[in-house]
């Protein structure tokens, strides 16, 4: 497929496509006019690179584990790494997660607040 199609498929800008091709994170046959033509595994791909970046990992770091995400080739040092970064990313889980009571606290404050006309407080931290 070429790159606008796998774009379109994929939620990710041309320009996106083109910088992973750029960080070794993914590769496209070209044809003799030069435009990327692109195998259908690569959905897939782009699809774990967003999800990866999303969990925190930077281009370096996904490199380095791709790896075994294509030809399921690991090493002990890969493992050890692999198991790194999901601690990493049960780390911004829990971030996370009291980022999410805390913006339920403001909710439910500021519910109160225009039902009742009670300043806003969650907890013990003024929201004004």
Do not use: F, W
């Not at 996904?62 to 999901?86: F, H, N, S, Y």
């Not at 339920?104 to 404050?109: F, G, L, M, R, Y």
């Not at 009742?116 to 907890?123: K, L």
Request: proline fraction near 3%; include cysteine; aromatic fraction near 4%.
């Amino acid at each position: 497929m070429r790159v606008g199609e796998l774009a379109a498929r994929t939620g990710v800008s041309v320009r996106a496509l083109r910088y992973y091709e750029e960080q070794n994170l993914l590769s496209a046959e070209r044809s003799p006019s030069g435009q990327r033509h692109y195998q259908e595994s690569a959905v897939d791909r782009v699809q774990l690179i967003q999800q990866l970046y999303a969990a925190g990992l930077s281009s370096k770091t996904i490199v380095e584990l791709m790896p075994c995400v294509i030809d399921g080739q690991a090493t002990p040092a890969l493992l050890k790494r692999l198991a790194a970064e999901r601690e990493h990313v049960d780390q911004r889980v829990t971030e996370l997660t009291r980022a999410r009571d805390r913006l339920d606290s403001v909710i439910t404050a500021a519910t109160g607040n225009m039902i009742t006309g009670t300043p806003c407080r969650a907890g013990n931290n003024r929201l004004a």
